[in-house]
């Protein structure tokens, strides 16, 4: 069965520092997608990125990070240099091959402070 | 703006009601997800469309929920006799089923559900 695991609930920081976000899948499936999203505040899921399982490059989208280890079932999202901007709900995500659906994890929510 | 849009946006009844949402996808987008969202968790998939073609449903939407998605456009979910373990976020997305890039889920902003 597929299973997403976000164990931290919820991080503080303050601005400028970095901060990591963990995520744990699990899955059965050879071929499968995680993705990030972003939930701000006014509720709408942000897109942030998708991978692929055959694909574990790491990926830098300028203060955004990410860390897919398939050895330890791992997709991890670094944000550098906080703002306060960043404040929001994060969501990692696991989908089937097709992506007929999304299996969440229970979210990060992530306060930065100035 | 072209996203994907939900109506209402929020919704109070009483239990025992019916309530309809209404999601408007992408327009090129072919498929069609229902997720709920409680505080504090992430989305749980509840049905999806391939056009008009309902492809499986989770067990969690039990026999008084219903989705259509007749022209294989808009969709409603429609909750007959709610309960007030309905109240929750209905998230709605919308996505292009194909081996390109951009097939990632876009989603809407949600319609927040209250049942008194």
């Known amino acids: 069965a597929q299973k997403v695991t976000q164990a931290q609930t919820e991080i503080s920081v303050v601005e400028k520092e970095d901060v990591t976000l963990d995520c744990v899948y699990e899955t059965r499936d050879t071929t499968y997608y995680l993705f990030w999203y972003k939930q701000p505040p006014s509720g709408e899921l942000v897109f942030l990125i998708r991978?692929?399982?055959?694909?574990?490059q790491n990926e830098i989208s300028g203060r955004y990070s990410w860390n897919f280890q398939k050895s330890t079932s791992s997709f991890n999202f670094t944000i550098t240099a906080s703002q306060v901007v960043d404040s929001a709900v994060y969501f990692c995500a696991l989908s089937e091959y097709g992506f007929n659906k999304f299996y969440f994890g229970s979210g990060t929510k992530l306060n930065v402070k100035p | 703006d072209t996203g994907v849009s939900q109506d209402p946006r929020h919704k109070i009844t009483k239990r025992g009601q019916n309530v309809t949402f209404r999601c408007d996808p992408i327009?090129?987008?072919?498929?069609l997800y229902w997720y709920r969202q409680t505080l504090g968790q992430g989305p749980e998939f509840l049905t999806y469309?391939?056009?008009?073609?309902?492809?499986?449903k989770s067990r969690l939407l039990s026999d008084r929920f219903s989705a259509e998605r007749p022209k294989g456009s808009f969709s409603t979910l429609e909750i007959q006799r709610t309960e007030q373990g309905d109240s929750a976020m209905y998230l709605c997305?919308?996505?292009?089923?194909?081996?390109?890039?951009?097939?990632?889920?876009?989603f809407g902003p949600g319609t927040r559900l209250t049942v008194l």
């Open positions: 327009s090129e987008h072919n498929r």
């Open positions: 997305a919308s996505s292009l089923a194909s081996g390109g890039s951009d097939n990632e889920q876009f």
């Open positions: 991978r692929n399982s055959f694909d574990e």
């Open positions: 469309f391939q056009n008009e073609a309902q492809l499986e």
